[in-house]
Nanobody
Framework: QVQLVESGGGLVQAGGSLRLSCAASGRTFASAPMGWFRQPPGKEREFVAAISWNGGSTYYADSVKGRFTISRDNAKNTVYLQMNMLKPEDTAVYYC?????????????????????WGQGTQVTVSS
């Protein structure tokens, strides 16, 4: 059974930093891209960042480019999201996700429907 578990969320002041982690278990995702999404209060879930299987390619939403960094450690089956210069509008539940179908392994997607496995989410709150 595949399980993704996020951690590292919390309350931080604007301008601060947090590092999210997402540990996968049940199968290895060493050959799959991994992504981060977020859902602000009262809004739809949106793309944040994605990383290729070997970490060689990354893709960011414009709203986080230059502030957030996605990385991964395949030996630990874990993906990270380093979030710097946080803003109140970054407040959301953050989810990691992985595609389950190999057809989606060859590209970095910002579309929710390309991802089949999701974590339970971790809350990030940025105060002004």
């Amino acid at each position: 059974q595949v399980q993704l578990v996020e951690s590292g969320g919390g309350l931080v002041q604007a301008g601060g930093s947090l590092r999210l982690s997402c540990a996968a278990s049940g199968r290895t995702f060493a050959s799959a891209p991994m992504g981060w999404f977020r859902q602000p209060p009262g809004k739809e879930r949106e793309f944040v960042a994605a990383i290729s299987w070997n970490g060689g390619s990354t893709y960011y939403a414009d709203s986080v480019k230059g502030r957030f960094t996605i990385s991964r450690d395949n030996a630990k089956n874990t993906v990270y999201l380093q979030m710097n210069m946080l803003k109140p509008e970054d407040t959301a539940v953050y989810y990691c996700a992985v595609p389950g179908r190999e057809v989606n392994y060859m590209r970095l997607s910002a579309n929710l429907w390309d991802y089949d496995y999701w974590g339970q989410g971790t809350q990030v709150t940025v105060s002004s």
